[in-house]
Every structure is written in structure tokens, then in C-alpha cells.
């Protein structure tokens, strides 16, 4: 059962082949023996899911001839940065080891709505911030395909829950590639929706102009159905777009023909590791054979985008993670004989080095004699990137790139260079910067560890981008490769 996708335990849940219970157990026996390795999640839910469960057994059971929800009785694994009502919601971070939200984020609200059982919460770097799931306060998560390598991240412990079975769907968000990324690693799909598609109420914020949630699954359909769920308009989140959500299981159509894709010049070249460039090579000519019209585009700015990413998401930080002082809620330092060095204290014994790194180097760039030259500047070349993805996308449907420039590094690699960790989301960071949709899926392999294919589209076009990624799934086989663990 833990190795099924949501669409096929819908099938055998409607059909009386099994039960929500009968799932989520397996799940849990399933986290039991590969957790110890793995090590993906942060808190387990299994009382209250078990719970969740048996309501939708309940309802199935109630409802034989009306349509129940896809998410109902699915088992659901929810990254730590979104806030769970009564569940420790800890950003993987000291300073909120000890806090439980009251209110769920929207995105879980509406996922419990539509009947899905939240199994857990899973680990991630502090506060989001990292490529590899090592800066977590709370221990390492390992990748599924080699446990000496990484998950990714921000979000590897979603990809590495998914890759391993243990959960069925997870969602994860995305700053500069924290779904994409772990995603690639971890040899599974995960979507960025466009900036504004799916609410960001309850996501503990890193930098709000380029955080999205997303969902990330074991193949194209689970995606399509927890975006279902997950995208819309929502009250709570100014930055939410008013548009109609489409359902986007009809997106799902096995057809390229006269499609025109651009493959990204600047992200075939130099610093991409030549087995991933292969692969994605490999995966452009697969779409031409399907009669996609392929065209090599450039963007020239992208040079610019890892200084501009990390000039303008630090200085968002910096503002965001000043709430976390030590009153209102978290973690407070005891170590204090006034209110200056409690604040002082809390923060210095909460935060952990790469989180300070981002905070001080983002007040830096807002500080009043620098304001212009580094935080002023980030902005306009944002626009410049922003320019450089409409003319591409003006000529073409959908652009693809390599998700990351090399498979998932070595743990360890790459913790004494933090230049070099940034470097490994090239590729994803521009489409934040422009706040489009991407997605990444399977489409090779180097030294038996995966590699991800980027597939961007127009803004609010994620329909395009479903068809163009299950196309691809659906005329090759390595989304059907698993790792032994």
C-alpha cells in the first residue's frame, strides 16, 4: 500500500479493496522500518491520523453513489514550516522547538477539508533556508537512493518521505528551488506553482515576494490532484490571485505535437555536471520525437540571479525573522538580566549559523548607506530576469532546463562552502525571482543517483506545464525506478 500513488489507493478505496485505516497503517509500519535510516520526519501524528482515517471510512462508506474527494483517506506528510493546530510546528529551528500553532495554514485546512490524513511533519533546513537539509536543528535526512548523499532542500524531508514511501503526497515550499530541487535529488516530482496560485497563510515566512507552497508526489497525477486542493483564492492572503482554478487532471493529455520548447543556453553550459547535461539533452529529444518544436533560447541575465536571490531573500528575512524575539511566542533564552539581553540571547542561542548568516547579510543590504547599491539594485535586475522569461516565453510554450546542476552532492560536501551550496540552486532561482510556475521530474540517472528535469511555464499556465511534464512521464520509465532502502 505505501507504494501506491493517490489515484490508485482513490481507485481501491471506492471500489472497497481496502480502507483508509488499512493505508495509513502501512504507511506507519513503513515509517517504522525505513525511518531509522531516513530520518524525514520531525513530529508523528499517527493517533489523530488514525482518527482522520477511520472519518474517512466513515464517509466512503456513507456515500456510495456521491463522489468522494481524490485527498479522501490519502495519506499526507506536511513540511515544518506550516503551521498545524495543535501539532508542533518547530521550522526545524531551536527557536520554536516548544511551539504549537492554534490555527492550521490554509493549505493544511483545505487538504483535511477534502478528507486527507495528515501523518506528520517533516524536516527541513532552519527556517527553509539551505540546499540540503543539513542546517536543521533537529538531525540530518538522508537521501533514499544512497544514505551518504543528500535529499536536498529545503524541502528533503518531503522528497526523501515520498522517494522512500513513507507517505503518499507531501507538500513542500519553494524560495529558490526548495521543492525542485529535493526533488531532483530525491528522484521525484515536485511543482512551484505560480507566486500567488496557492495560499501562503500559516507558512512560517522566509522571504514573502518568492515563497509558494506546492505539492510533491510519486508522478505527474498526484500532482495535478493535490493542486486541485491546494490552489485558489484564499481571504487570509493578500498576495492570493482571484482567478478560477482549473481542474488540472484534464491537463493531463499525452500530447506534444507543435509545442515549441526552448531549451535554456545558459543552463547547458558551464558548472552543469556533463551526465545531467546529457540526460536533459536526451529529454529534449524525446519531445521533438513527439513532435514538439524545440528552439535554444538564451536569457543572459540569469548570470545575475544566485547575487540578486541572495540580496533580496536575505533582506526579506532579516524583516520577517525579527519577530522572533523571545515574547510573543518560541523559545526565550533564560540567560537574561534585562529585555536587551534576552532578545540578544534568545536569538543568538535559537538561531543556527546559516539563519544568522542570511539575517545579518540581509540587514546589511537594507541598511541605510547600502539600501541603494545592494538591495535597490537586486530589484531591478529582478526585472531584468522578470523580461529575459517573457521574451523566452513569447517564442516558446514552455522552457526546460536541468533542475539542478549535479546530482544530490555527499553530506558534508559542500556545509564549509556556503557559495558553493547556493551555486546548486542555479537553476531554480530565476523562476522565483520572475514568480513563475516550474516543475521537476525524473529523467535520468548518474552514478545510480537521479537527476530532474525543469520544465517553466507562463505565469498561471501550470496546465501547460502539467501536459508538456506528463507527456514526458508518459513516454518513459524513470519515474518508475524506486530506491531500495
Known amino acids: 500500500m505505501h507504494g501506491k500513488t493517490a489515484h490508485e489507493l482513490h481507485n481501491l478505496l471506492i471500489n472497497k479493496k481496502t480502507s483508509s485505516v488499512e493505508i495509513t497503517q ?59 493546530k ?22 493544511v485546512t483545505k487538504l483535511k477539508e477534502a478528507g486527507a490524513v495528515i501523518i506528520g511533519k517533516t524536516n527541513l533546513d532552519e527556517f527553509a533556508m539551505g540546499s540540503s537539509t543539513e542546517n536543521s536543528a533537529n538531525h540530518v535526512t538522508r537521501n533514499p537512493w544512497n544514505l551518504e548523499a543528500v535529499p536536498g532542500g529545503s524541502s528533503g524531508g518531503s522528497a526523501a518521505a515520498i522517494a522512500a514511501a513513507e507517505a503518499i503526497l507531501a507538500t513542500g515550499s519553494d524560495t529558490g528551488g526548495s521543492i525542485r530541487q529535493p526533488a531532483a535529488f530525491c528522484g521525484v516530482v515536485g511543482l512551484k506553482p505560480t507566486y500567488g496560485r496557492v495560499s501562503r497563510y500559516g507558512l512560517v515566512a522566509f522571504a514573502s515576494s518568492l515563497d509558494q507552497i506546492g505539492p510533491i508526489t510519486k508522478d505527474m497525477t498526484d500532482a495535478a490532484i493535490m493542486m486541485n486542493v491546494m490552489a485558489g483564492r484564499d481571504e487570509l492572503d493578500s498576495t492570493s490571485v482571484d482567478l478560477p482554478v482549473p481542474d488540472y487532471r484534464k491537463a493531463l493529455v499525452n500530447n506534444v505535437k507543435k509545442m515549441r520548447v526552448g531549451l535554456i543556453k545558459e543552463l547547458m553550459g558551464q558548472g552543469i555536471d556533463p551526465e545531467v547535461k546529457a540526460a536533459v539533452k536526451k529529454a529534449a529529444d524525446t519531445f521533438a520525437n513527439l513532435g514538439a518544436e524545440m528552439i535554444e533560447v538564451s536569457l543572459p541575465s540569469f548570470e545575475y540571479a544566485v547575487a540578486t536571490y541572495y540580496l533580496i531573500a536575505t533582506a526579506e528575512a532579516s524583516s520577517n525573522l525579527a519577530r522572533f524575539d523571545g515574547v ?125 528535469l525543469q520544465i517553466i511555464g507562463r505565469a498561471f499556465a501550470e496546465e501547460i506545464i502539467l501536459r508538456a511534464a506528463f507527456t514526458y512521464e508518459q513516454n518513459t520509465d524513470w519515474h518508475k525506478a524506486k530506491p531500495n532502502v
Not at 522565483?432 to 516543475?439: F, K, V
Open 86 to 107: 495543535g501539532i508542533l510546528t518547530t521550522c526545524s529551528s531551536k527557536i520554536l522547538s516548544n511551539y504549537i500553532p492554534p490555527y492550521d495554514a490554509t493549505v
Open 328 to 452: 510573543k511566542f518560541g523559545r526565550r533564552s533564560k540567560a537574561a538580566k534585562d529585555i536587551l539581553t534576552m532578545y540578544y540571547n534568545t536569538r543568538r542561542e535559537g538561531f543556527g549559523p546559516e539563519v544568522k548568516r542570511r539575517i545579518m547579510l540581509g540587514t546589511y543590504a537594507l541598511s541605510a548607506g547600502y539600501y541603494d547599491a545592494y538591495y535597490l539594485k537586486a530589484l531591478k535586475v529582478r526585472t531584468l530576469i522578470k523580461q529575459d522569461f517573457e521574451k523566452a516565453l513569447g517564442a516558446c510554450d514552455i522552457l526546460i532546463s536541468p533542475t539542478a546542476p549535479t546530482i544530490a552532492f555527499k553530506l558534508g560536501e559542500k556545509t564549509a562552502d556556503p557559495l558553493s551550496m547556493y551555486l546548486s540552486d542555479i537553476a531554480t532561482i530565476p523562476v522565483n525571482l520572475a514568480g513563475l510556475p516550474a516543475i521537476s521530474l525524473p529523467c535520468g540517472f548518474s552514478n545510480k543517483l537521479p537527476i530532474g
Open 26 to 84: 502501512a504507511v506507519f509500519a513503513r515509517i517504522e522500518k525505513a525511518e531509522d535510516k531516513i530520518r524525514a520526519y520531525v513530529t508523528l501524528n499517527k493517533e489523530e491520523a488514525l482518527e482522520q482515517a477511520r472519518a474517512a471510512d466513515r464517509q466512503i462508506s456513507r456515500s456510495p453513489d456521491i463522489p468522494i474527494s481524490q485527498l479522501t483517506g490519502i495519506p499526507v506528510a506536511v513540511k515544518d514550516n506550516m503551521c498545524t
